[in-house]
């Protein structure tokens, strides 16, 4: 057993690699006579089937951050932190029910494209300055980060080699063919990454059961450390002021989820690319289920990880190499420290998995900002009557650019630990702001453009507020010091206050001209969907009964 790679494991991830830039570059060729346009590059022409949405929004979302980041999580607090997994499965169903058919009907590009024909353009452009410096400097930074730092634990890979290699290799088939090639090479990394994924799980729980298996490991896994299979918190665990308790199935996270999965740009672009509505809702179908078995791959190993450290007799089984970049020290090792043991020829396939989950997220992240730029500013303000050619050549160097910076900022954040938590606290404080304006701009006619803009400007203050006061400004517990998955919910609820109140004192009471009219027909789904989101609802109800 060996930390490095053997040449079956570079034989292997080579040829992970060398399929995925084929496939991305076969289906991004241009066919014979017709120049690729703005449609063709940002929204795959408009012909994904469910079973690639699908694919490509696990894909989209999966990345470092949940292999790595989340793995970490699970070493440090548990199954706890797997309620991001799960209660997106019941979220997808919310934004396929209720928010897709509105985008879909209005022919959408981008979200901040939504915004513009709800709003204005001007809160059209703050959203989107605000994106694209969240999408540089904090998801594709980190996202970069947290792949490379997986490079140097594994193979020795000196960290910033192993951004810009993942980086280049991200761009290779991303900036030429656009949303067709991020989509569909997909496909083949949610293959690689679910299956890598398991190999880890059971192998890892294999060791943990001295070679009895998969269920052997799990049982003694449970039996070692029951605690740490429990889905709600105390405010006795260490680790409540991440999961605060029953708040994280009532509160905050469902403005995490709703934000993320409802008006992320990265993410909600694969479901506007569908043929159809009731194709896009079969893929959002499709990547729920998924969502329900993501869990036994990326937080498992991290408990199970959690077991194997702390059990001296089997360190001592493990040999040397199991005091190299130890867990104990900085929690996000918890994954690439596992991969260590794989045996020769597997851990090139679970490795594969990893840069199948980076690479892909990386693809998907850098095709949304550029199509954000290009659309929504380019398009705006720099050269309206830009022709097909134009369009999506500014979308493919917006794109180089934003890589470029990305690259710049990865190495600024060595030393998070558990980055997964990182990012949701980071990203948490203006995405309440963000999601108090789409909902009451969906479903509240009476929102006006300006009660909008002032609900998202204020936002921030508010959140910054519960984040940054100190103790003393109040004797009030929910002003200070408060869990912030808790201060997402109460930014939440106050920018909803002052954007109805606002909206109120300009109109009295009237709808606004631009508000949307809402009919029972809009929101109508097939059977297949309402069996399939009846069922999810099921099997999340049996997964926190068990686990509660």
């Known amino acids: ?36 346009n703005a449609e063709d590059y940002f929204l795959a022409s408009k012909s994904l089937p469910w079973w690639a949405i699908g694919a490509s929004l696990i894909a989209a979302n999966i990345s470092a951050e949940q292999f790595i980041g989340m793995s970490g999580s699970g070493f440090a607090s548990g199954l706890a932190i797997a309620s991001y997994e799960w209660m997106s499965a019941l979220t997808l169903i919310i934004v396929g029910k209720y928010f897709l058919p509105i985008f879909i009907e209005k022919g959408l ?59 280049l290799f991200a761009a290779a088939y991303s900036l030429y063919g656009g949303l067709s090639a991020v989509a569909w090479t997909d496909v083949i990394q949610v293959i690689f990454l679910v299956l890598g994924g398991l190999v880890t799980t059971y192998l890892a729980l294999n060791t943990v059961s001295g070679g009895e298996g ?13 605690e740490r299979f ?58 729920a289920f998924l969502k329900l078995l993501i869990p036994l791959i990326v937080v498992i190993p991290g408990i199970a990880a959690y077991v194997i450290i702390n059990d001296p007799e089997l360190m001592a089984g493990l040999g ?105 606290e ?41 984040k940054i006061a100190p103790k003393g400004w109040s004797t009030s517990p929910i002003f200070v010091d408060v869990p912030f998955m808790d201060q997402m919910g109460y930014t939440l609820l106050l920018t909803m206050l002052v954007i109805i109140v606002y909206s109120y004192k300009q109109h009295k009471g009237a709808n606004d001209e631009k508000g949307i009219v809402i009919t029972k027909q809009l929101f109508k789904t097939s059977p297949l969907f309402n069996v399939g989101a009846f069922a999810i609802m099921l099997i999340l109800a049996a997964l926190y009964a068990v686990f509660w």
């Open 1 to 36: 057993m060996t930390a490095g790679f053997d040449i079956w494991d570079y034989v292997v991830f080579i040829t992970y690699a060398i399929l995925i830039l084929g496939v991305g570059l076969w289906v991004s060729r241009d066919k014979k006579g017709h120049q690729k």
């Open 109 to 167: 590009y981008t979200i901040p494209e939504f915004v513009e024909k709800r709003f204005s353009t001007n809160l059209k452009t703050i959203l989107a300055v605000f994106w694209i410096g969240l999408y540089v400097f904090v998801n594709l930074a980190s996202v970069l980060y947290l792949g490379a730092l997986a490079l140097q634990t594994i193979m020795g890979v000196p960290l910033i080699y192993g951004i810009i290699g993942l980086a």
């Open 214 to 226: 998969f269920m052997a490991g799990l049982t003694k896994v449970y039996e070692a450390v029951p």
């Open 230 to 287: 429990e889905m709600i918190l105390d405010q006795s665990h260490p680790e409540y002021k991440n999961l605060p308790g029953i708040a994280v199935l009532v509160g905050g996270m469902w403005v995490a989820n709703l934000y993320y999965w409802g008006f992320n740009q990265y993410i909600i672009q694969r479901t506007l690319a569908a043929k159809s509505l009731k194709e896009s809702q079969k893929g959002i179908l499709f990547a």
């Open 320 to 424: 040397e190499i199991a005091l190299q970049n130890s867990p104990l020290e900085v929690k996000d090792n918890a994954y690439p420290w596992l991969l260590q043991f794989l045996p020769v020829g597997l851990k090139g396939v679970a490795f594969a998995a990893l840069a199948a989950a980076i690479v892909s997220s990386l693809a998907s992240m850098l095709n949304s900002t550029s199509t954000i730029f290009t659309m929504d500013i380019y398009k705006q303000y720099i050269n309206k009557n830009a022709d097909d050619k134009t369009t999506v050549n500014t979308g493919r160097i917006s794109a180089a650019v934003a890589l470029v910076i990305a690259c710049i900022m990865a190495p600024l954040l060595g030393g998070i630990d558990q980055a997964f938590q990182f990012i949701q």
């Open 426 to 466: 980071y990203t948490g404080i203006v995405s309440p702001g963000i999601l108090a304006v789409f909902l009451l701009g969906l479903f509240w006619k009476k929102t006006t453009n300006k009660a909008a803009i002032v609900g998202a400007l204020v936002s921030i203050p508010i959140a910054l507020y519960f």
